[in-house]
Nanobody, 125 residues
Framework: HVQLVESGGGSVQAGGSLRLSCAASRITYSTRCMAWFRQAPGKEREGVTAIYTTGGTTDYADSVKGRFSISQDNAKNTVYLQMNSLKPEDTAMYYC???????????????????WGQGTQVTVS
C-alpha cells in the first residue's frame, strides 16, 4: 500500500506563489501516474495536473496552464506542485493521488486513482 502525504498549503494573497509537496512512501508501479486534484466547498473534485513518473510527461487543466508546474524528485519519492500567479478561484483543498496506470487522456478522472493523500488547504485572498 502506498501512502501519500501532502504539505505546503497555506494562505497567500492573489498573485502570490506556493509550492505543494507530495511525499510517497515509495515510488513503484503503484505510482506510475501521480496527480494533483483540488476540491472547493460545494464543488466536485477536479484534476489540476498529472505526471507520468516513468517518462516525465505532464498534463494540466486549462485553468492552470502557464501558472502551475508539476515536477518530481525520484530520489525523495516526492512530487511537487509549484503554483504561481495564484487567484482567489484557486482556493481549495489540494489532494495528491497515484495510480498504477499510465496517465493517459483520462488523467483527470478521479476514479482512476486508488491512492490519495489527506489533502492540504490553499487559500488565496
Amino acid at each position: 500500500h502506498v501512502q501519500l502525504v501532502e504539505s505546503g498549503g497555506g494562505s497567500v494573497q492573489a498573485g502570490g506563489s506556493l509550492r505543494l509537496s507530495c511525499a510517497a512512501s515509495r515510488i513503484t508501479y503503484s505510482t506510475r501516474c501521480m496527480a494533483w486534484f483540488r476540491q472547493a466547498p460545494g464543488k466536485e473534485r477536479e484534476g489540476v495536473t498529472a505526471i507520468y513518473t516513468t517518462g516525465g510527461t505532464t498534463d494540466y487543466a486549462d485553468s492552470v496552464k502557464g501558472r502551475f508546474s508539476i515536477s518530481q524528485d525520484n530520489a525523495k519519492n516526492t512530487v511537487y506542485l509549484q503554483m504561481n500567479s495564484l487567484k482567489p478561484e484557486d482556493t481549495a483543498m489540494y489532494y495528491c493521488a497515484a495510480t498504477p496506470w499510465s496517465c493517459g487522456g483520462n488523467w483527470a478522472d478521479k476514479d482512476k486513482y486508488g491512492h490519495w493523500g489527506q489533502g492540504t488547504q490553499v487559500t488565496v485572498s
